[in-house]
Structure formats: C-alpha cells, structure tokens
C-alpha cells in the first residue's frame, strides 16, 4: 500500500502522521486489497473559526476509487470523522464485490 500524506498551508507533524497511519490500518483491517493511499490535511483561510481544519482522502482499490473528505474545528476529529466515512465506504465497496448468489439445490435420487 503506498501511503501520501501532505499538508495545504499546514505542516504534517510526526505526531500527526503516526496519528493518520495508525487510523489507516482500520480501514486495511476491513479490505485487504488497497492499491494507493493519498491523504490531504488542510486548514482553510476562512473568517469563521469553525470547520477550518479540513482532511481529504483518496483510495485507490481494486476495481475503484473510493473519496471522502470532512472539516471541523480540531483537525484530530476531522481525521476520525474521515475515517468513519472511508470505513464505512470500504465495507459497501466490499459487500458489492463478494458474490451473493447461491448454488440451486442438488435433487438427492
């Protein structure tokens, strides 16, 4: 899995990046098959002091492209609120993957 985590008008602490990493490994936990991880936490030069701290993220898997991005106060909690949304995204993409038809019951002559 190749993982890209940058910053828009933020530096990425080391803090911060082991924080991303470790709440990554939930969604690898699910679905096994992740190609590509590009991850963007950003702060918005906006006049309201709510939903400044934004992060985006994009995963490429086998068969799509999954995309989620959420904003709030404390950019910790918009990590969790993202990941919340790419676990949830990631189960769906899964469950659509796995084959749900069943084999017609054999007649025992």
């Not at 590009?38 to 086998?62: D, T």
């Not at 990941?83 to 949830?88: E, F, G, N, P, Q």
């Not at 995204?89 to 084999?103: I, P, W």
Request: charge should be positive; hydrophobic fraction near 35%.
């Amino acid at each position: 899995m190749n993982l890209t985590i940058s910053g828009h008008h933020l530096e990425v602490t080391p803090a911060l990046r082991s924080y991303v990493t470790s709440k990554l490994d939930r969604i690898s936990r699910h679905f096994d098959q992740v190609v590509d991880v590009k991850v963007l936490l950003s702060v918005e030069k906006q006049k309201e002091k709510e939903r400044r701290q934004r992060a985006e993220c994009n995963i490429h898997v086998k068969g799509s492209d999954l995309f989620a991005e959420c904003s709030n106060q404390d950019l910790y909690a918009a990590v969790d609120e993202l990941m919340d949304k790419l676990d949830r995204k990631v189960v769906r993409h899964k469950d659509k993957l796995k084959d749900h038809h069943h084999e017609a019951a054999k007649r025992i002559m």
